[in-house]
């Protein structure tokens, strides 16, 4: 026997909010956070994947949770002085972390296996080092930007063979994920500056890697447990297309559903805002838009869209193998000199009592085009390939077939198109402040868009704090100005120290 009326139906879920926050990376988290802080509730963050972290991706390997993505807190805490975001989280959250001794635990290998170049290796960092005061010098005159590659030839320390090579490599590429060439020289120096240098500003000069089995993500996934509630999380929902105007913004997801939003706040990737995977609609909502709104929002897509290709989205890729046991090297880091420049040239043992004794795995790391040409090869040739390269740097040694090989290919992955942002020469300031800028109601925050610490994970935590401050200072009725941009970039001005 039913007494009472029938249960109503469950209500669809509101398509409605006052922000949508496109992407659940760490700066997407750090953006609900600072919306929620300041009062703002009614958001939901808008994900493709079924959970939050975005490039904080682990897998399986060796029965053991590796990082296909970030794996270090790069920059930590001096005393007192300015904490590394990421490292405050990490420690809130109980992750469990390692010192990676990158420059004094290291082994060198050449074509004819294991020789001994750490000179060369230790006047590569000191060269580093000059370049970085070099390009400090500019900026205090007030001087034009210039590529890393012609500033160490100014420097008179450009790499004249193999050793050489792999060394500036590993100072240089395999931080930017770009050689030299293709970076700026006071962008490259200030990011390494404002992150590791604390006479600048920078946390540390200390490098701790997760060697947390819950994975690194687990510190922005327990932090969005705090306040994030279940129907504010929409997984599963690729963003299509993005329709912005002055009054608001809509997004369709592939499913064809679609999502109204008063503001929206996309995080997507560089590489994704750069290809067609997503397709931003300036929409005209009525007729009293009409003349001068469209000028407004053709110079308007303008600036974005150069701001938007001219930053780069480089790549970064960690290659995995697991042996039976290990036979490598002692040390945590090892350079492999080719006399190709890139070719598989940093090495890193996990098999090492300081990060996963006994896993049997040990990972090698190319960046930039070398990644994006293998992306394009199938498993078993770049396995190939990498085994020559183990062979060759154990002579002496007869090296087994991997049990196990894996290499995520994040410069095809529509969800990022690349690792992380790299700064070339021609990208200048101004550009910056207008890859950060607002179009109408459609904010952007991420990595790319933080002029200090572009590439790295606290660009992102940063980045999703102070765009989503600028969105809660409007939203809860204060200033709502258009973000700093320059309609057009006429001359390149100094870098600027903001
Ligand atoms: C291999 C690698 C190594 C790295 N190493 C380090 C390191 O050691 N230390 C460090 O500090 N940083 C490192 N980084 C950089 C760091 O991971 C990034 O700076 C940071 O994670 C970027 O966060 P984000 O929130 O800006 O973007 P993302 O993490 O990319 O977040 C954006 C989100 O949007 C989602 N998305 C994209 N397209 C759509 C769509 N169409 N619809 C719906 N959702 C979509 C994505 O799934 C993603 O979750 C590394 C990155 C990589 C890939």
Same mark, same amino acid.
């Not at 963050?45 to 993505?69: H, K, S």
């Not at 959250?93 to 060369?120: C, M, Y």
């Not at 997760?210 to 994030?228: N, P």
């Not at 329709?243 to 995080?267: M, Q, R």
């Given at each position: 026997?039913?007494?009472?009326?029938?249960? &109503?139906?469950?209500?669809?879920?509101?398509?409605?909010?006052?922000?949508?926050?496109?992407?659940?990376?760490?700066?997407?988290?750090?953006?609900?956070?600072?919306?929620?802080?300041?009062?703002?509730?009614?958001?939901?963050?808008?994900?493709?994947?079924?959970?939050?972290?975005?490039?904080?991706?682990?897998?399986?390997?060796?029965?053991?949770?590796?990082?296909?993505?970030?794996?270090?807190?790069?920059?930590?805490?001096?005393?007192?002085?300015?904490?590394?975001?990421?490292?405050?989280?990490?420690?809130?959250?109980?992750?469990?972390?390692?010192?990676?001794?990158?420059?004094?635990?290291?082994?060198?290998?050449?074509?004819?296996?294991?020789?001994?170049?750490?000179?060369?290796?230790?006047?590569?960092?000191?060269?580093?080092?000059?370049?970085?005061?070099?390009?400090?010098?500019?900026?205090?005159?007030?001087?034009?930007?210039?590529?890393?590659?012609?500033?160490?030839?100014?420097?008179?320390?450009?790499?004249?063979? &193999?050793?050489?090579?792999?060394?500036?490599?590993?100072?240089?590429?395999?931080?930017?994920?770009?050689?030299?060439?293709?970076?700026?020289?006071?962008?490259?120096?200030?990011?390494?500056?404002?992150?590791?240098?604390?006479?600048?500003?920078?946390?540390?000069?200390?490098?701790?890697?997760?060697?947390?089995?819950?994975?690194?993500?687990?510190?922005?996934?327990?932090?969005?447990?705090?306040?994030?509630?279940?129907?504010?999380?929409?997984?599963?929902?690729?963003?299509?297309?993005?329709?912005?105007?002055?009054?608001?913004?809509?997004?369709?997801?592939?499913?064809?559903?679609?999502?109204?939003?008063?503001?929206?706040?996309?995080?997507?990737?560089?590489?994704?805002?750069?290809?067609?995977?997503?397709?931003?609609?300036?929409?005209?909502?009525?007729?009293?838009?009409?003349?001068?709104?469209?000028?407004?929002?053709?110079?308007?897509?303008?600036?974005?869209?150069?701001?938007?290709?001219?930053?780069?989205?480089?790549?970064?890729?960690?290659?995995?193998?697991?042996?039976?046991?290990?036979?490598?090297?002692?040390?945590?880091?090892?350079?492999?000199?080719?006399?190709?420049?890139?070719?598989?040239?940093?090495?890193?043992?996990?098999?090492?009592?300081?990060?996963?004794?006994?896993?049997?795995?040990?990972?090698?790391?190319?960046?930039?085009?070398?990644?994006?040409?293998?992306?394009?090869?199938?498993?078993?040739?770049?396995?190939?390939?990498?085994?020559?390269?183990?062979?060759?740097?154990?002579?002496?040694?007869?090296?087994?077939?991997?049990?196990?090989?894996?290499?995520?290919?994040?410069?095809?992955?529509?969800?990022?198109?690349?690792?992380?942002?790299?700064?070339?020469?021609?990208?200048?300031?101004?550009?910056?402040?207008?890859?950060?800028?607002?179009?109408?109601?459609?904010?952007?925050?991420?990595?790319?868009?933080?002029?200090?610490?572009?590439?790295?994970?606290?660009?992102?935590?940063?980045?999703?704090?102070?765009?989503?401050?600028?969105?809660?200072?409007?939203?809860?009725?204060?200033?709502?100005?258009?973000?700093?941009?320059?309609?057009?970039?006429?001359?390149?001005?100094?870098?600027?120290?903001?």
């Amino acid at each position: 026997i039913t007494t009472g009326p029938p249960k &109503p139906p469950p209500q669809p879920a509101s398509t409605h909010h006052k922000v949508l926050i496109l992407g659940g990376g760490v700066a997407g988290v750090i953006a609900a956070r600072t919306l929620h802080e300041r009062g703002i509730d009614d958001f939901v963050v808008v994900e493709a994947r079924n959970e939050l972290g975005g490039r904080m991706q682990t897998a399986t390997f060796a029965n053991r949770t590796i990082e296909q993505g970030p794996n270090w807190i790069q920059g930590t805490q001096d005393g007192k002085g300015p904490a590394n975001p990421i490292f405050t989280l990490a420690k809130k959250h109980g992750l469990k972390t390692q010192f990676n001794d990158w420059f004094g635990s290291v082994s060198t290998f050449d074509a004819s296996g294991a020789v001994d170049f750490l000179d060369v290796f230790n006047q590569s960092g000191d060269d580093f080092d000059s370049l970085t005061v070099a390009a400090g010098a500019r900026v205090d005159q007030n001087l034009v930007d210039l590529s890393a590659r012609t500033g160490y030839a100014l420097i008179k320390a450009n790499a004249k063979n &193999p050793h050489a090579s792999a060394s500036e490599y590993y100072q240089f590429d395999w931080e930017y994920a770009q050689t030299p060439e293709e970076s700026s020289l006071i962008a490259s120096s200030w990011g390494n500056n404002f992150t590791y240098d604390t006479d600048q500003g920078g946390f540390s000069d200390d490098n701790q890697m997760s060697i947390d089995q819950r994975g690194f993500k687990t510190l922005i996934q327990l932090e969005a447990d705090e306040f994030l509630k279940p129907q504010q999380r929409l997984f599963g929902s690729t963003v299509k297309t993005i329709s912005y105007s002055k009054t608001g913004v809509t997004v369709t997801l592939k499913n064809g559903d679609t999502l109204t939003g008063d503001y929206a706040l996309c995080t997507f990737s560089l590489g994704v805002l750069q290809n067609d995977d997503v397709s931003f609609k300036p929409s005209l909502p009525g007729i009293f838009y009409a003349h001068i709104w469209l000028i407004d929002v053709k110079a308007k897509l303008d600036f974005k869209q150069e701001a938007i290709q001219s930053m780069v989205m480089a790549t970064y890729t960690k290659i995995f193998l697991q042996f039976p046991k290990k036979f490598w090297f002692d040390t945590e880091m090892a350079i492999f000199a080719d006399s190709e420049r890139g070719r598989y040239p940093v090495w890193q043992s996990l098999d090492h009592e300081n990060f996963l004794p006994g896993s049997g795995i040990v990972f090698v790391t190319v960046t930039g085009d070398y990644s994006v040409r293998i992306e394009a090869l199938p498993d078993s040739q770049v396995q190939q390939e990498v085994m020559g390269v183990v062979r060759t740097m154990f002579p002496n040694v007869t090296v087994p077939e991997p049990i196990d090989f894996f290499f995520p290919r994040w410069h095809s992955n529509p969800l990022f198109r690349g690792s992380y942002s790299n700064w070339p020469a021609a990208f200048t300031s101004q550009h910056l402040d207008n890859l950060r800028a607002n179009v109408g109601r459609l904010y952007f925050a991420g990595e790319a868009t933080s002029r200090k610490c572009f590439g790295f994970l606290h660009g992102a935590y940063f980045e999703g704090l102070d765009i989503a401050t600028v969105m809660a200072d409007c939203i809860k009725g204060g200033s709502c100005a258009d973000m700093e941009h320059f309609t057009q970039i006429n001359n390149v001005l100094p870098y600027e120290n903001n």
